[in-house]
């Protein structure tokens, strides 16, 4: 089972044990696949650009991608319809519904804080369930 994080609390520390070498291994269970979408790549670079740290952007591609084991799921231009037909279905901004359309392109789990995705046929699960069940 492969999981996306989602939401506007996207931040690096969301995803620990991605890293091979990092103290927090074994936060998911070996059969799940921990995915990011572009969008959420583009927006942590954002926020720490505006926050005058490159150098942890640079770091979190290095733990998150190339030491790690977390795969980028992206949308094509020909998936855009789809996510204008989710946002009109569930009222979802843009960012929600190009998380949801990733999720339900490649059948994954969003786990996210954000509860507008409790409204839509997927839903979601809290990074503290994700917990609960390891």
Known sequence: MSHVFSGHQRVAGAIPGAGKGGGSA???RPHLQLCLTDFSLHSIGIVLNR???????????????????????R???EDMPGV?????????????????????KYGLVIVSFDSDFDRTALGRKTPAQMLQER
């Open 26 to 28: 074994g936060f998911f």
């Open 51 to 73: 926050l005058g740290k490159p150098e942890a952007f640079v770091q979190f591609l290095q733990d998150a991608f190339l030491d790690g084991a977390v795969s980028l799921n």
């Open 75 to 77: 949308l094509s231009p």
């Open 84 to 104: 204008v037909k989710i946002m009109e279905q569930y009222r979802l901004d843009f960012d929600d519904a190009s998380q949801y359309r990733v999720a339900e």
